[in-house]
């Protein structure tokens, strides 16, 4: 808190939080710092001038932190969903739900919109297109055509967008608050700090918020409550459980948990002792950048510098293992020359200030923003280094003298990001728990863990930036899984759910061990994941059901119509005319590989399998069954279908028969009456009104999953369907 005084000089200075003294300040004082508050939690302050004999020359004021004649106007609002943290994921959350017809507070604490992708990370961390899709995909579908529109089909900057992936910052910004105007049922409330919840046993019922700009307190009461914010402090204030810092090796079994150690000039891990901590993974800010004079601005000198804190960087320049700027810090391509700057591996400084995040998930506001104000200073003294300092030499400071920052973005806030990149907060502890485990498989070609419940996907390389300094040549923490070493995966709404607590979904801080975060911890995914709490919330406040009490099934057939990518697949376009089917079942398993083939022929023996697994997830007291394991003439017991096929017997979906004919084409009329008896099974019967007319045609494999998608949860028939040989 900071005051100017104005007529008679003050002798000293008295400061009072909500009406009680906190401090006596001397003459020259015009700041003060409080400390030991809780955090997320708002308080009153008012100073007053004291005289040379202790009387008070002026009456406790506070114009410094609130408006005259508002210091407790309270108002009160209900919505359907409210949505904290206007990041990619909680717009996605609240666009989502909007579109189903529910009213939704989108609340962030920030004054500005967008998280990190309207905040400086511009170049979109993706592992491949086919993962992405819904909220996502149509943002980047805007972005690519603003490019096309702006510059032409064949401009260089639209090239540069690389389909929409890659954007400038003000893009980005424009992008998002085009979206969210486009929906009457969101009202936007930025800079409103969150300070408490209100709970009815262990469900959230209201939100405690208050506008700092105005100081008015607010009530927000809703159904459903998500947490979009990078650090999880809505679902901490509801009083979930949640993990900061590293597992342990031993805790998930996690190859490249706790303590390790990357070398930068090999690219390659150095395990360490496994033990797990507290530490949190390096913060930065993602700089924009440009060469181009007629948009260049100078990158101001810091506030607070300390030369020491960048002397490691000489001798890799002298040695030559640092060549230029591009090796102190990551500089890659954007539109409009411009450039995203990151942190590199090789600097050493880099941009991460190592070590400044480890207080940062759980810390108050007024700590937050001391932490924030760090890491500007480190990277602003990192360039003020390698562009001044004496002893780094003076081809490198002239190569370096051509970089500055882009004018025309972040143009409120000096040309600097709006967003500290908050790698990773809290991660709450869910009903299900994401680890290495779920993004990495032992064959490389073959998919990790299959998640029946799965939401979204992820699909970049498992990485973690740095918990310690450079040391020896080697990285603590830092490493990175590229390649075959992490697969695209898929991520368990269980893992949104955080136990104990009802009337909240997380869509940023999710259940997950830290390695495990290092392929979810995404903006494409975090957009995914609000997605489906936008849906999620939506069908509870239909259902009057908490979340954890959905119908997982139904969700993702709701993620499916907007066209929520919740399996990866490399042959089998979002066009494809069965592709809602055959991402439903790549969840439930029967995809063990990332192609489909989903236009080849099926087996009736493929068949059998898939229809034996449908039939499990529909009625799981189904149990495998062998009467006779010599019934089939034609079918080995070491045939993968052995024991759908007996089973499928047993419980009478299949005439008795000697021959079983594994190999051949399935058939319309076969599949007609396999489906029809295992749905009278299931106590219903469906129409399939895009079942082929001809009997004897043969079926794909999309085919047989679209009438295994069609059959579930239909309508009674008016007219069975005929029976034929099996």
Known sequence: MQWKISGASAQGFRVYRDGQLVATLGAETREFRDSGLRPNTVYSYAVAAVGGAGELLSPPISDATRLPNETTRETRAAFDVVVVGA????????????????????VSPSPWLGGMMAGGLTRTDFGSTKSSGGLFKEFADTVRAYYATTYGPDSPQLK?????????????????????????????????????????????????????????????????????????DLAAQAGAAYRIGREGKGEFGEEHAGELFWDPVARRVQFGSGKGDRKVQAYNYRLILTRRADNLIPFPAPKFYDRSRYLTLLPDIASGRVKNLEQVMSILPLPEEKFDANNHPLGNPSTDLIGGSDSYPEADLWERERLAEAHRQHILGLLYFVQHDPDVPESFRQEARRWGFAGDEFVDNNHFPTQLYVREGRRIVGRAIFTEKDARSLVPERRPNFHPDSVAVADYPIDSHATSPEKNGLLEGFFYL????????????????????????????????????????MEPVFMSLGTAAGVAAHLAVKGNLAPSQLDVEALQRQLLKQRQVICVFQDVPLDHPHWAALQFFG?????????????????????????????????????PAIDDARAYSDLRPDHAAFIAAHSLRHWKILAASRELRPDEPLTAAQATEWLANAVKLLGRHPSFPAWPSTSGVSLTRAQWCQWLYDAQGTAQPTKGPSRSKN
């Not at 939100?207 to 700009?213: F, Q, R, S």
């Not at 236009?599 to 039939?615: F, H, S, V, Y």
Request: aromatic share 10%.
């Open 587 to 623: 969840t439930k398993g029967f995809f063990p590989e990332y192609e489909a083939r989903p236009d080849a022929g099926i087996t009736r023996a493929q068949a059998l399998e898939w229809l034996w697994k449908w039939l499990q997830t529909q009625k799981p007291q189904l149990q």
């Open 160 to 232: 540069a967008s690389r389909d929409g992936y890659y954007f400038e910052p003000r893009v980005a910004k424009w992008v998002f608050g085009r979206m969210l105007a486009q929906e009457a049922n969101i009202s936007v409330m930025l800079d409103h700090h969150s300070r408490d919840v209100k709970k009815q046993g262990n469900r959230v019922s209201a939100l405690y918020v208050i506008d700092l700009p105005r100081m008015i307190r607010k009530t927000l009461v809703a159904k459903v409550f998500i947490d979009a914010t990078y650090e999880g």
């Open 87 to 106: 990041t990619p994921g909680g717009i996605a959350a609240a666009i989502s739900a909007a579109r189903l017809g529910n009213k939704v507070a989108l």
């Open 482 to 521: 590229p390649g075959t070493q992490t697969q695209p995966s898929q991520v368990p709404f269980g893992t949104m759910t955080p136990l104990g607590i009802e009337g909240v979904l997380v869509s940023v801080c999710v259940s997950s061990t830290h390695i495990g975060y290092g392929t979810l911890r």
